[in-house]
């Protein structure tokens, strides 16, 4: 079956540009997740939505960053005025349900490189 | 709060020799603990995981690990390596207060050398 799909794969823009990021998880998936991979920092969390929830926002390293979850499917990551220090690797996960031994299912990723 | 420590950042191994990739945890609570493997410009994969049910977890491609709450310890082991084995390894934890996010740790980088 599908997997978690991430578009653009690669995306280069340049300092100031506003970007956004798409996630479509795994069909039926409630949880979804961003995380970010960078050089100096690792995998670190940046916001989840569970259902019609509130999404937990805790993650975000900046009100530069938002994120929405239209229908309780497809996910969107903004960065607006991106700045060199948001290139990395931006991924998203989604998982069956809300339990502490759910897995998480990855996507491939999306590579943010801001010139 | 809960973290994990990956006490090797490179670990390079001959092909067909053991493999041991070590993972140190902290928990407030009976953790629940995965490990994932990212191989170059891939996404991330899991291994295996542990939920309390056996302390000894097998995963994919012949990798196990051994939950020891004394010494808070989750470490990966492979008899023999495979060069398909080279890739980044990742050491996670769960979060058990209500968002059950991912908190990794740093990597391991294994190498296989022919």
């Known amino acids: 079956g599908a997997g978690v799909s991430q578009s653009p794969s690669n995306k280069v823009t340049e300092k100031g540009k506003d970007v956004e990021l798409r996630c479509d998880p795994i069909?039926?998936?409630?949880?979804l997740y961003w995380y970010r991979q960078s050089l100096g920092q690792g995998l670190e969390f940046l916001i989840y939505?569970?259902?019609?929830?509130?999404?937990?926002k805790s993650g975000l390293p900046s009100d530069r960053f938002s994120a929405e979850r239209t229908g309780g499917s497809v996910s969107t990551l903004t960065i607006q005025r991106t700045q060199q220090e948001d290139s990395a690797v931006y991924l998203c996960?989604?998982?069956?349900?809300?339990?502490?031994?759910?897995?998480?299912?990855f996507g491939p990723g999306t590579r943010l490189t801001v010139l | 709060a809960q973290s994990v420590t990956q006490l090797d950042s490179h670990v390079s191994v001959s092909e067909g020799t053991p493999v041991l990739l070590r993972c140190n945890y902290s928990?407030?609570?009976?953790?629940?603990l995965f490990w994932y493997v990212q191989h170059p410009n891939k996404g991330l994969q899991l291994l295996l995981k542990?939920?309390?049910?056996?302390?000894l977890v097998k995963g994919i491609n012949g990798f196990e690990a051994e939950f020891k709450k004394s010494e808070t310890s989750f470490h990966l082991t492979k008899p023999s390596a495979h060069m398909s084995d080279a890739a980044e390894y990742f050491c996670?934890?769960?979060?058990?207060?209500?968002?059950?996010?991912?908190?990794f740790g740093t990597g391991t980088r294994l190498k296989v050398l022919a």
């Open positions: 069909s039926g998936h409630t949880a």
């Open positions: 939505f569970q259902g019609n929830s509130a999404p937990d």
């Open positions: 996960a989604s998982s069956t349900r809300q339990t502490l031994h759910n897995e998480q299912f």
């Open positions: 542990y939920t309390s049910a056996a302390t």
């Open positions: 928990s407030s609570y009976s953790p629940s």
């Open positions: 996670v934890v769960s979060d058990p207060t209500g968002t059950y996010k991912y908190i």
